[in-house]
């Protein structure tokens, strides 16, 4: 059974920071891209980051040199680190394991991120 479960959301203060976390379980977690999306109210879910299986990293203009992705495959976790957090980064953020070679697609329940101004 595969599982995605996200941790690390909470309320900070705009200028404050986060670090998200999720493991993957029921996956062979090296081979696949792993990606963080958010789902603001009333928006679609938009790709925030993603790392390939090579720690290649892809991010969302928006958060470029203010959030940073990471993978431990030792630990089957893909990390989110976001600093100066403001009040447009307020989403649930999703995790996503993606494996293309076998149409593997996978998603966690998501974490809130509440940033107050």
């Known amino acids: 059974q595969v599982q995605l479960v996200e941790s690390g959301g909470g309320l900070v203060q705009a200028g404050g920071s986060l670090r998200l976390s999720c493991a993957a379980s029921g996956i062979m977690f090296r081979f696949y891209r792993m990606g963080w999306y958010r789902q603001a109210p009333g928006n679609q879910r938009e790709l925030v980051a993603t790392?390939?299986?090579?720690?290649?990293?892809n991010y969302t203009n928006s958060v470029k040199g203010r959030f940073f992705i990471s993978r431990d495959n030792a630990k089957n976790t893909v990390y989110l680190q976001m600093n100066s957090l403001k009040p447009e980064d307020t989403a649930v953020y999703y995790c996503?394991?993606?494996?293309?070679?076998?149409?593997?697609?996978?998603w966690g329940q998501g974490t809130q991120v509440t940033v107050s101004s």
């Open positions: 790392i390939t299986s090579s720690s290649s990293t």
């Open positions: 996503n394991a993606v494996r293309l070679s076998v149409r593997n697609d996978y």
